[in-house]
């Protein structure tokens, strides 16, 4: 079973970037989609980014599209989510997930979750 722990969250200043990481460990995750979410209070959780297995396709939600950047190191079992232009819309608490080739950005595909991170912005 894979377990995922997210890290690098934290408070910065609008404007600023943020590289969130998480670290896969069980099972190779080569396999599997990975993704980000995120949850801000008294809201649903939704999606952020997702990177695939294999050649490693990516999609973004379109308040991340431009600001947001997901990739993979196989190698190091790591997802990485690199932030720019953060606002305080983007606070939230962001959860790393993993799930089964073709979970996409489909919340109910993903199986694995981190425990979240928080990431806080200030005006």
């Known amino acids: 079973q894979v377990q995922l722990v997210e890290s690098g969250g934290g408070l910065v200043r609008a404007g600023g970037s943020l590289r969130l990481s998480c670290v896969a460990s069980?099972?190779?995750?080569?396999?599997?989609?990975m993704g980000w979410f995120r949850q801000a209070p008294g809201k649903e959780r939704e999606f952020v980014a997702t990177?695939?297995?294999?050649?490693?396709?990516?999609s973004y939600a379109d308040s991340a599209a431009g600001r947001f950047t997901i990739t993979r190191d196989n190698a190091k079992s790591t997802v990485f989510l690199q932030m720019t232009s953060l606002s305080p819309e983007d606070a939230a608490l962001y959860f790393c997930?993993?799930?089964?080739?073709?979970?996409?950005?489909?919340?109910?595909?993903?199986?694995?979750w981190g425990p979240g991170i928080q990431v806080t912005v200030s005006s």
């Open positions: 997930a993993a799930g089964p080739y073709g979970a996409w950005s489909t919340r109910s595909r993903y199986n694995i």
């Open positions: 069980g099972r190779t995750s080569s396999a599997l989609d």
């Open positions: 990177i695939s297995a294999g050649v490693g396709l990516t």
